[in-house]
């Protein structure tokens, strides 16, 4: 039988309350809903009592673990910076969790060959990426001085970092993700955009201010 997966949010309001009993949700405590908009049961109230935290970061892990439990309660925080949900962990059975650590342990020397071989593809396929994201920028800004859109395409796809170069948009070469990448560029290293910070201007009024510098240098560049 297939597993029963549950989103498990982090409350971002103070006003959540639960279906169930109808008792105020703590705001960053859980409550089970399929979204963060709808209603959902506080956790003493949902399935998932008894149930085990597996904190992500083992893939392997955690895809065994779900096969093996009943329920899977997928739990989700909102990342401010980012403005998106991010996955922390699942709420599984504890047999499953025992389950699927002696399963990992089995072919786990397997898998790191196999990890090691995959990682060596995605960083081929990664600087493939950003060597075609700086032509995109070169393209569209014939003008840019030497070797710069290698600069600009490296610090927007650089990983992990949740800017513009790794969006989906960018990865279908969308202009005006090309754009941002370069007014981003632009802004910290052709005005005075960072020196203004702790002089107590606000961050939009400061950005308001180096717009126009911004604007002539792509114009320059196009």
């Avoid at 201007?201 to 126009?212: C, F, G, L, N, Y």
Wanted: charged share 35%.
């Amino acid at each position: 039988m297939a597993t029963v997966s549950q989103n498990i949010f982090l409350t971002r309001k103070e006003k959540q309350r639960c279906n169930s009993c109808g008792k105020k949700i703590p705001f960053g405590k859980s409550f089970v809903a399929e979204t963060e908009d709808h209603k959902g049961t506080c956790f003493g109230c949902s399935q998932f009592i008894g149930y085990t935290l597996l904190p992500s970061g083992d893939a392997a892990m955690t895809r065994r673990s779900k096969k093996h439990s009943k329920l899977c309660g997928v739990v989700l925080k909102w990342n401010q910076r980012r403005k998106r949900y991010e996955r922390k962990g699942q709420f599984v059975e504890e047999i499953a969790i025992e389950k699927a650590r002696l399963e990992c342990e089995k072919d786990k020397v397997s898998r790191e060959i196999k990890n090691k071989k995959a990682a060596i593809v995605r960083e081929q396929k990664d600087k493939m990426y950003i060597l075609d994201f700086a032509r995109a920028i070169r393209n569209k800004y014939p003008n840019c001085p030497q070797k710069r859109e290698f600069k600009i395409a490296s610090h927007a796809c650089e990983k992990h970092s949740g800017r513009v170069g790794r969006t989906a948009n960018a990865k279908e070469f969308d202009p005006q993700m090309i754009d941002l990448a370069v007014q981003a560029h632009i802004r910290h290293t052709e005005t005075n955009y960072d020196d203004q910070f702790g002089k107590g201007k606000r961050k939009t009024e400061i950005r308001s201010e180096v717009q126009s510098t911004i604007n002539n240098v792509m114009k320059r560049w196009e």
